[in-house]
């Protein structure tokens, strides 16, 4: 029997726009297992960065249960939130988000601090997550020495330098042309393997199969897809 | 935690150093303005002081001009003075310019200077070598001469002046004593003109007969309980305008302590002035702080909100942004005071007074920055902190 580490039953999101309430997700129930590596698919605005922020703590949701790895999201502080974000979550953007400023070991070493590890094991971590990623030669190269393919790696070493719950990526590929989202993807299929659950949110159906499990998202509703379908 | 706030602080500081530069330039002129009032002020109020303890606390300065009848004070009249209760001792000065001779050399523009024993017994420290006058020399009236370091070095350089014979207006006197290389023999001659070309005391009555006057027009009196001092000084005044028959503007009688104290008045009125401008370009110098620490923030919402995905708490925002903008501030106030302390160096070698590292003025100075830092860096780190991460992460 396979863990359960995230479960959302009728999660409702709405923004307030101008007086009009807009209902961004309108009852979203979905259930995720250890290890799984998981494709959110959807268009354009259909609400796939909403869902993901509320995945990840950054966001919390209108209405609706969300427990996250046996704890009740809604009744948690704001630095309880914090807390989560740091141990549980690896954050992955489409566009990198590394600190411009700091090497990539730096970078990597980002979380780390939040998470009150001692400098010592911060850069042991970082060069070992670093080394994981396929970038030992580039332990202090700052992102605009790196391509994009580098800097996207330099960030999933970040997301995984905290050991995370789960991998929670929005477009990770999305500004990669499509060779080097391919590399990407194959290193985030290894992580799976390796027992990372990942959360993937793509438009891409391409991309999504990679993923062992599909779900669409379509006018604020999930449905669950099979592979063969996209 | 805390130190990875100020490296993060010092390399966002360092990475931008023109704007930061600019954004500390207020606080540097406010702190450097500071440190260079307070320390010009308390040097000159500082010299000014040293002058006035070096001619005596503790001590009335008489002048006695007296009346077209009666010119100044007869020798009774100055004993009477002396017999006034709590009054230690009373001298005449008298000054005048004459030139010296000793064997072949002539010197001239001497300030010869009459006094009595009183003289040297009341300044203690000013004799450096040798004796001053007693009240044998006085009363015996001896030809002795005390002399100061000028002459001694123009007339008997390298020599022993003791015992020595000069020439003065065509009389001789022994040489007995010298002094101290800074005395100034009283409040006059303190503030008048000191291009003379030295200084040599001899006995008042001997300074009279040479300048052909009979009366006394200056004197000090020495009184020994300062608590005193009001009720001598309505005793000396009461004896004066007896001599003078109670006619105006026949003497004046300077208090020194309250010279003194006037003095230290005027210090505080011209501190509290001068740092309260110096402050107005202080408070522009933290506006300046909150611009930019107001711009970092917006520039950097991105990065505020990644670190919030990563775990940072808010608290943790505030205190980045908060070691930043006091950083700034601190970093401005100290070359504020380095800067401040070397124009008061160079203001101190220019008028002439003596430069004194004034520990209050710099730690005025670091503290009033570090205080703008919080205050004015308080609202930009607030408001890091509570941005919302995914409004931050969004705007990109
Ligand atoms: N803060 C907000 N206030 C108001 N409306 C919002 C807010 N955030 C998102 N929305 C709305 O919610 C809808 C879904 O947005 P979301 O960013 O989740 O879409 P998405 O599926 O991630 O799209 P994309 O593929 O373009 O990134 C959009 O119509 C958007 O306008
Ligand atoms: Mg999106």
Redo the contacts with the bound molecule.
Sequence with gaps: MEKEILRMTNIVKTYKMGGEDQVVLKGINLTVNEGEFISILGPSGSG??TLMNIIGCLDTPTSGEFILDGRNVSDQSEKQLSKIRSKEIGFIFQSFHLLPRLSAKKNVELPLIYAKITKQEREEIAVNTLIRVGLDDKLNHRPNQLSGGQQQRVAIARALSNNPTILLA??PTGSLDQSTGKQVMELFTELNKEGRTIIMITHDANIATYANRIVKILDGYLSEGDEGDA | MLKESIIMSWQNIVGNKMRSFLTILGIVIGVSAIIALITIVQGVIDEANSQFVDLGAGKITIQAYGTPLKRGLSYSEVEELSTIENVSGVTPSLSISSSIVREENLLEDVSIEGKNEVFFRESKDIISYGRGFNILDMESKNKVAVIDDDIQKTLFTGEDPLGENILINGTNYTIVGLVNEDSSSDIMSAFGSTDSNGKVFIPYTAAMNMAGVGNITALDISVSDTNFMDQVMDDVELALNKAFNYKDDSFNVINLDSMIEALETMQNMFTTMLGGIASISLLVGGIGIMNMMLVSVSERTTEIGLRKALGAEPSNIQVQFLIEAIFLSLFGGLIGVILGLWISYAVSGVIGTTFKLSTSAISLGVGFSAGIGIIFGWAPARKASLLNPIDALRSV
Excluded: L
């Design positions: 796939k960065s929005d477009e």
